[in-house]
């Protein structure tokens, strides 16, 4: 079983700019989470799809942004970057439902220049 | 709100030695509880989950957690540490409905030979 794909693994955008981020999760999970990695602020939930709805939403500006497809497919996408939104993005998917387990991605590591 | 601590920042053991990482956790109701590890530049992987019943649970690579509702502790402890365990450590809650996880800081586990 395949697990959950990020593309890209890398990408350097310069202030301003807008990026997308993308997360397959694993076959018949409808839920995919998203977190901001720092070193300074850690692991912090960005938000959560399921069944192409959000369910949850993190305290973050409204440039971040996401969504999910029919197929669970999400997108992350983050409008007018500051330096500090350099950091790593994980994609989270699980089943769905209650809290379960969650099955993480290898990351989109975003380096704002 | 649901708030998770790991009170050790960097520990270091020597290979074969045991191993216990600590976690405290704040959450009204009953938890879901998680340890997931993180090498250097990857994302995370699920070592064991807590959902209910037997307090005391196994994960992979050896490793097991107890779940303590007196204490709110939920710690990571392994036998005998193997170099290749070197890596850092998250403790995680589930938060309300979803799938939304609050994570503690991390500990970054060093292995001496």
């Known amino acids: 079983k395949a697990g959950v794909t990020q593309t890209p693994r890398y990408l350097i955008k310069t202030r301003g700019q807008q990026v997308t981020l993308s997360c397959s999760p694993i076959?018949?999970?409808?839920?995919v989470s998203w977190y901001q990695q720092t070193p300074g602020q850690g692991l912090q939930f960005l938000f959560e799809y399921f069944s192409e709805t959000q369910r949850n939403k993190g305290n973050f500006p409204g440039r971040f942004s996401g969504r999910q497809f029919s197929n669970s497919r999400s997108e992350m996408n983050v409008s007018t970057l500051e330096l500090g939104d350099s950091a790593l993005y994980l994609c989270a998917s699980s089943y769905g439902g209650r809290v379960r387990e969650a099955f993480f991605g290898q990351g989109t590591r975003l380096t704002v220049v | 709100a649901q708030s998770v601590t790991q009170p050790d920042i960097h520990i270091t053991v020597s290979e074969g030695a045991s191993l216990e990482l600590r976690c405290n956790y704040s959450y009204g109701a009953t938890p879901y509880l998680f340890w997931y590890v993180q090498s250097p530049g990857q994302g995370l992987q699920l070592l064991l989950k807590?959902?209910?019943?037997?307090?005391l649970v196994q994960g992979i690579k050896g490793f097991e957690a107890e779940f303590k509702r007196s204490q709110s502790s939920f710690n990571l402890r392994k036998p005998s540490v193997h170099w290749s365990d070197a890596a850092e450590y998250f403790c995680?809650?589930?938060?309300?409905?979803?799938?939304?996880?609050?994570f503690g800081a991390g500990t970054i586990l060093r292995v001496k030979s």
């Open positions: 076959s018949g999970h409808r839920s």
């Open positions: 995680a809650v589930g938060a309300g409905d979803g799938n939304k996880l609050v």
């Open positions: 807590y959902f209910s019943g037997d307090t």
